[in-house]
């Protein structure tokens, strides 16, 4: 079980069970692989999968992070913050790139006609659009120039008196960010039930 000790062979792991899983399934539903959709279910996967990691990422940082980064005195912060920070921001602002653009294709595959559900989904596939061009444009740019300051005055370079307010500034978008995920969860989740 060496795999599990690494996420990225977990990630892996999981990929190769799914395709198993997918084999057996198959073969025991009778559906023949030539009659499903794989273009469908394979961006809808993918928007899933990013989208999990995208939104986990940001309750993640609105619930625990936030609070947990106001606990630590300074020199504490400068080694958790270029340890913590880049990676998980790049899980973040890549799963938010990932969830829309899989979403937008998804969205053009099965609903060019409309529908009732397709309105739906086009509320919260906006809201989940201000929230990638919120990161892209606001948050991820904010938090590098923190990372940046936080590594430098690691090093004795004092940290410059706008970092305050970059924190603020990217602290106010995520929270946005999270008030807008809870009405983008409903309506993504709402659209194939409205008829």
Do not use: C
């Not at 928007?47 to 940082?61: D, E, V």
């Not at 912060?77 to 880049?86: A, D, F, T």
């Amino acid at each position: 079980m060496k795999f599990l000790e690494d996420p990225m062979q977990t990630i892996g792991a999981g990929f190769a069970l799914s395709v198993v899983l997918i084999i057996v399934y198959l073969g025991l539903s009778g559906v023949g692989a030539g009659d499903a959709d794989w273009a469908g279910i394979l961006l809808r996967w993918i928007h899933f999968l990013a989208g999990i990691t995208w939104i986990g990422l940001l309750y993640f940082f609105n619930l625990i992070n936030a609070a947990f980064m106001k606990s630590l005195d300074g020199p504490t912060k400068n080694v958790v913050i270029p340890k913590l920070m880049p990676s998980a921001l790049n899980w973040f602002r890549h799963g938010a790139t990932v969830t829309v653009l899989a979403g937008i294709l998804l969205y053009g595959k099965l609903y060019m006609h409309g529908g009732t559900g397709a309105y739906a989904l086009a509320i919260g596939g906006l809201l989940g659009i201000i929230m990638m061009v919120n990161v892209h444009a606001v948050i991820w740019p904010n938090q590098k120039k923190i990372i940046a300051a936080v590594t430098a005055a690691a090093q004795g370079t004092p940290a410059p008196a706008e970092m305050a307010q970059w924190g603020r500034t990217a602290l106010l978008a995520s929270r946005v960010n999270f008030l807008l995920s809870i009405p983008m969860l409903f309506f993504m989740g709402a659209g194939s039930h409205f008829k």
